[in-house]
């Protein structure tokens, strides 16, 4: 994807963004976005059954540094997304960017702007940025 292309992207949605042009709308279409991003990761083990999630309490030795710590901290998935799975999350997390850029569009801000300043604080921050 080229910068221009970036740039391009927020003026598409923008172009499309008729149906849902009320901020309200947006916004709880970009929350119900999000929800179903879950929601295929969700069915993804439940229904498919490609990944599947073991968890429990984090638990790592008080004496290791954050380097460390990052680590030995679990994820606890376990497997790899199948191809239809992983067409599904990526279809969802679109829709989820879609409309992070109309919300963009609607306040007047810059997507890639947001985008560069939060690279730079996670640069900036390091292994500190752990959350
Ligand atoms: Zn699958």
Do not use: W
């Not at 498919?48 to 004496?63: H, L, V």
């Amino acid at each position: 994807m080229k910068d221009t292309d970036e740039i391009q992207f927020q003026e598409t949605v923008s172009q499309f963004l008729i149906r849902h042009r009320s901020i309200l709308d947006v916004q709880s279409k970009l929350v119900e976005a999000a929800a179903r991003v879950n929601r295929a990761v969700a069915k993804s083990v439940t229904t498919c059954g490609c990944i599947s999630i073991n968890a429990d309490r984090q638990r790592f030795p008080a004496d290791v540094s954050l380097r460390e710590v990052r680590d030995l901290l679990n994820t606890h998935l376990y497997g790899e997304m199948c191809e239809k799975c992983r067409e599904v999350a990526e279809s969802e997390i679109g829709a989820t960017l879609f409309y992070l850029a109309a919300l963009c569009s609607l306040l007047n801000l810059n997507l890639r702007d947001v985008l560069e300043k939060e690279y730079s604080r996670v640069n900036a921050l390091g292994v500190f940025h752990l959350t």
